[in-house]
């Protein structure tokens, strides 16, 4: 975004925290509320540390916030997305949301085309949640790419 008064200082359009780091902190260890604490939300972090998470039910939710990019850091800006490589089409919310939510079943793998390590993941059930983790990982930092080597696409 460029600034209102030309001799202002621009002000980045992305905040300095990733999204990744924030959906992994809220997916892995949200239960310990960091992921609120690491965008900047201090008050909502200890209201969450304080209430337990509302018994689990703020997690659950916070990663399903973090999947589909709706929680902005504490001046309001979107999180940092990962670079996009080559002509990516599928887009990276839904496949972290389908995959924090159906992640054992290989469903994500069938969505991008890998129906190989999706019917294998579908069998062994995310490889006993194993599978699940790497992929949540590879989904959530960019480091994941499609049967064409294309990355998923980020808002």
Excluded: E
Aim: charged share 15%.
């Amino acid at each position: 975004q460029p600034p209102l008064d030309p001799g202002a200082a621009a002000v980045p359009y992305y905040s300095d925290k990733t999204r990744a780091a924030a959906f992994l902190l809220s997916c892995f260890v949200g239960f310990l509320r960091v992921d609120r604490f690491y965008v900047g939300h201090t008050m909502l972090g200890i209201i969450k540390l304080v209430t337990g998470g509302g018994l689990g039910l703020w997690w659950f939710i916070d990663c399903i916030l973090f999947a589909v990019n709706v929680v902005k850091d504490s001046d309001g800006r979107p999180l940092r997305p990962p670079p996009n490589v080559g002509n990516p089409t599928i887009n990276g919310s839904h496949v972290l949301l389908v995959s924090y939510l159906l992640g054992n079943s290989g469903i994500v793998r069938f969505m991008t085309g890998q129906v190989g390590i999706a019917i294998a993941k579908l069998l062994t059930c995310g490889g006993c949640g194993i599978w699940w983790a790497i992929d949540v990982v590879l989904w959530a930092t960019g480091g994941f790419r499609d049967k064409d080597g294309n990355s998923l696409k980020w808002d």
